[in-house]
């Protein structure tokens, strides 16, 4: 199916940044929600990105009010009668994302996909919602939407394969990179990346280094930025709401750190009110410190790369093993989401694990495991490979093959 007008539902920083990078590509696109300030919002998002574009020298002011042009703002669904495809970008809540999933369902022409942009929540259990579920999938941008490449494209159980093929068709029309991954609880990134964020507060929490010692530690191993500034950018609310859903569905391995609850209780949430791992504007760390002075301390806990590393690792390799999506796939998810690298090089998990040693980090494992518990239970998959002789780069053989 040719895409000729979309729609976002939710026009929050993200629906504004999936208005700009629609406009963008040359389509008409409808910008709806129920507020008029969000809405409003929603469309200085989308000027001062292509304003931005402007003061580069990458498009003139007369493309400019063009591309903004070819979007429709409104709190009404009036003007959905023809359109192909609708993001809905509302708050992260199933019982929103229903409601919403219904009342698209009555006012869409029959042939239009329903996409959601949740970065974590069953595309099956919105598709109950509607009359359509072969045509209700996942479509998860990465913040900010006209930044990053990466899509991922989650069907649902009912998901037809048309549907699949059409979304990742318009996903590179957007000059995006899709990769198709299979439902489970917080799909591919935000699955990999919670464990990572997870041991770096065990870390902190525990008394092994603090904020900054880790963070400078982790860009050294490769990452664009520490796990805090991470945490601080994305949202400490936000990491404890993804880290409970995941808690809730994968059990122990995933079991949060419970220095994320202290910060949000002392309203400490990140960039978006100045105050999170760290302090921004007039708001410094010391309350951080202070909280972290009356932590219990935990005899024996120690710091290093390889055990906030290695739980992401085996994490890749537990998604591989479970059909999540293909070697390829992950790494490359991994990369444009995130930015991993590996010596200098762009590399995801499976292949920083290949190079490592897959036996070196199956021993990482076992002794973090040993020491820590079950966040660090290695991969039946990491087990047999390393069992089969497939170690990496060393034996030619490892999740890549190698000439």
Request: aromatic share 8%.
């Amino acid at each position: 199916m040719y895409i000729f007008k979309a729609a976002v539902v939710g026009a929050g920083t993200m629906g504004g940044g999936l208005a700009q990078v629609i406009s963008f590509s040359g389509l008409p696109v409808v910008l709806k929600d129920v507020d008029q300030k969000m809405l409003d919002k929603g469309m200085e998002t989308v000027r001062h990105i292509y304003q931005s574009r402007v003061d580069k020298g990458k498009m003139s002011a007369g493309e400019m009010e063009g591309k903004i042009a070819l979007i429709e703002p409104t709190l009404t669904y009036d003007s959905f009668g023809d359109v192909d495809i609708v993001i809905e970008a509302v708050p992260e809540k199933m019982p929103i994302k229903k409601r919403v999933l219904q009342e698209l369902d009555g006012v869409l022409p029959e042939t239009a996909i329903i996409a959601s942009n949740t970065s974590a929540l069953s595309i099956s259990e919105m598709a109950s919602a509607t009359k359509r579920p072969s045509k209700v999938i996942g479509m998860h941008f990465f913040n900010p939407a006209h930044v990053m490449k990466l899509v991922e494209i989650i069907p649902g159980l009912e998901t037809s394969q048309e549907t699949v093929d059409d979304v990742v068709m318009f996903t590179e029309s957007l000059r995006k990179l899709a990769v198709v991954v299979q439902e489970c609880p917080g799909f591919l990134v935000n699955r990999l990346l919670m464990p990572y964020l997870n041991e770096a507060t065990y870390c902190l929490q525990e008394g092994a280094a603090t904020a900054t010692e880790i963070d400078e530690a982790l860009v050294g191993f490769g990452m664009p930025m520490g796990p805090f500034t991470l945490m601080d950018m994305l949202g400490i609310g936000v990491c404890q709401y993804v880290g409970d859903y995941l808690y809730s569905e994968y059990g122990p391995r995933m079991a949060p750190a419970p220095f994320f609850y202290k910060l949000v209780e002392a309203g400490r949430l990140g960039e978006k009110n100045n105050k999170g791992f760290y302090g921004y504007g007039d708001e410094t760390d010391e309350p951080v410190m202070a909280l972290l002075a009356a932590e219990p301390p935990a005899p024996g806990s120690t710091f290093t790369v390889e055990r906030v590393i290695y739980p992401l690792i085996n994490e890749a390799v537990l998604a591989l093993q479970e059909h999540i999506a293909a070697i390829g796939d992950i790494d490359m998810a991994m990369i444009a989401g995130t930015g991993m690298t590996f010596h200098g090089e762009r590399r995801g998990p499976l292949a920083i694990a290949d190079q490592i040693g897959l036996d070196t980090v199956l021993a990482g494992l076992e002794q973090l495991f040993a020491q820590y518990g079950e966040r660090f239970r290695p991969a039946r998959l990491l087990r047999t490979k390393v069992r089969a002789g497939h170690l990496g780069v060393k034996t030619q053989r490892g999740f890549h093959e190698y000439a």
